[in-house]
């Protein structure tokens, strides 16, 4: 997760960006994700009470796949998949 993280800001950085944000599509995508690998997994399944799930039952803390498959997923930003936020211009005065 800190090489996505390191890479986020170097591009901002690199593309003079204010900030970065992940699309409501990709937020989606991830979230289904979650729940397809959650499904069945000790964390859901069998009635057990969990800090992993929230209230409503889902779980919003821990990755249900392989720390392998995280790696992978976290290794490099995407830049497709966020909003790119420029920066303002800086007026300049006489």
């Not at 170097?10 to 003079?16: G, L, T, V």
């Not at 249900?64 to 007026?91: E, K, N, Y």
């Amino acid at each position: 997760m800190t090489n996505y993280i390191a890479d986020a800001v170097s591009y901002a950085r690199d593309h003079d960006l204010a900030a970065v944000e992940p699309t409501a599509a990709a937020q989606h995508a991830f979230t289904e994700e979650v729940e397809r690998l959650d499904a069945g997994t000790v964390w859901t399944a069998g009635g057990c009470t969990s800090w992993y799930l929230n209230e409503d039952g889902r779980n919003t803390n821990i990755w249900p796949g392989s720390t392998i498959d995280f790696r992978r997923r976290t290794m490099h930003f995407d830049p497709t998949q966020h909003l790119l936020h420029r920066r303002a211009p800086v007026a300049v005065t006489a």
